[in-house]
């Protein structure tokens, strides 16, 4: 069975592999703090040149403030609450009795779903379920300034061509484009070619590596450390990441 995500191999009787449960864990895990800490960014930040950034604003940052009042979140987890609470003959949500604050509430509904994640993660609803759920943790990690994207870039593989081509990691099968020699291809076979390119060497970020090779931060760095993986400017050699997964049964 395919993970509903990332098409790896799922986890027997899963719909998500390992790698994306553990996401789905940790940012479930994140959210309630996330939540907490959203209220100290309510007054709009500035940029370097003493002005308003473009957060939205009445005087104060709505988004930190919609996002520390769980205006999206607890509607959201609470659909998918119900859902187990009735699937799984639980008590009503009605009959529940009412957390005092809005920091326990989402934080009573992060625990509970983490209690029956192994249960949800069985069900053919769950790829939403963490779709949804990837979207709050990842509004939180906006809101608290957590969260910095970074444009991943490798060698463009065609021969002579020394353009840097912008991948997405997490979208193996998009297409990818060198705007240099015009050359395209899926990412998947993007990165076959570049690996097997000896006069090339590329580098990606930890979490990228391990995106790729489906496989957690703590696997990923017992390889490292166990093989002197080469490391520049703390991105790591994916092509030796591999001869190493190739020469190994397993991590």
């Given at each position: 069975m395919e993970c509903q995500l990332c098409q790896h191999s799922a986890r027997h009787e899963q719909y998500l592999c390992r790698r994306c449960e553990t996401?789905?864990?940790?940012?479930?895990s994140d959210i309630p703090t996330l939540q907490q800490e959203a209220k100290g960014f309510l007054v709009p930040s500035r940029t370097g040149s003493g002005s308003r950034n473009s957060e939205r604003s009445l005087g104060f940052n709505v988004s930190a403030m919609d996002y520390s009042t769980a205006v999206e979140t607890l509607p959201i987890l609470h659909k998918y609450e119900a859902w187990i609470r009735r699937a799984r003959n639980l008590?009503?949500?009605?009959?529940?009795?009412?957390?005092?604050?809005?920091?326990?509430?989402?934080?009573a509904t992060a625990q509970f779903h983490l209690s029956h994640l192994d249960w949800t993660l069985k069900q053919d609803w769950v790829g939403d379920f963490a779709r949804d759920v990837k979207v709050i943790h990842s509004k939180g990690l906006s809101v608290t300034k957590a969260f910095i994207e970074t444009?991943?870039?490798?060698?463009?593989?065609?021969?002579?061509?020394?353009?840097?081509?912008?991948?997405?990691?997490e979208n193996i099968l998009a297409d990818v484009f060198c705007l240099k020699c015009k050359g395209s291809w899926t990412l998947y076979r993007l990165l076959q070619l570049a690996m097997a390119n000896p006069?090339?060497?590329?580098?990606?970020?930890?979490?990228?590596?391990?995106?790729?090779?489906?496989?957690?931060?703590?696997?990923?760095?017992?390889?490292?450390?166990?093989?002197?993986?080469?490391k520049k400017n703390g991105l790591y050699d994916l092509s030796a990441m591999v001869?190493?997964?190739?020469q190994v049964a397993s991590f």
């Open positions: 996401t789905l864990r940790d940012n479930l008590t009503p949500p009605a009959l529940l009795k009412a957390e005092p604050t809005i920091e326990a509430e989402v934080a444009t991943r870039r490798i060698p463009c593989p065609t021969d002579g061509c020394e353009n840097r081509v912008a991948i997405d990691i006069d090339k060497r590329f580098w990606l970020d930890l979490e990228a590596i391990c995106l790729w090779l489906n496989i957690t931060k703590r696997e990923a760095m017992k390889v490292i450390d166990a093989h002197d993986i080469p001869k190493v997964r190739n």
